[in-house]
Nanobody, 122 residues
């Protein structure tokens, strides 16, 4: 059973950058479709990006397209989320997840990390 651990969150000013890491243990992360989700206070958890295990295809929701980049380092068994041009509305807890077929549907996610807080000040 794969276990996921996120890191890299923090407090940053608007326009700044952060890189989140999702490190796996217990299994080979490259065998799984991995999504990043986020959840802001009082809002539903939303999928924002996914990287496919089959062909490396990446997808993003419109609000982060062009600002966020998802990538995978198989040697480190880690998936990253590079976040640039951050906005206050990006403030949320960010979680990585094993998300079969990049479905982006939280109730179907098999494994979650514990999350990392990202706060963007204006």
């Amino acid at each position: 059973q794969v276990q996921l651990t996120e890191s890299g969150g923090g407090l940053v000013q608007a326009g700044g950058s952060l890189r989140l890491s999702c490190e796996a243990s217990g299994d080979n992360l490259a065998d799984y479709d991995i999504s990043w989700f986020r959840q802001a206070p009082g809002k539903e958890r939303e999928a924002i990006s996914c990287i496919s295990s089959r062909d490396g295809t990446r997808n993003y929701i419109d609000s982060v397209q062009g600002r966020f980049t998802i990538s995978r380092d198989s040697a480190k068994n880690t998936v990253y989320l590079q976040m640039d041009s951050l906005k206050p509305e990006d403030t949320a807890v960010y979680l990585c997840a094993v998300d079969d077929y990049c479905a982006g549907y939280a109730p179907r996610v098999r494994f979650w990390g514990q999350g990392t807080q990202v706060t963007v000040s204006s």
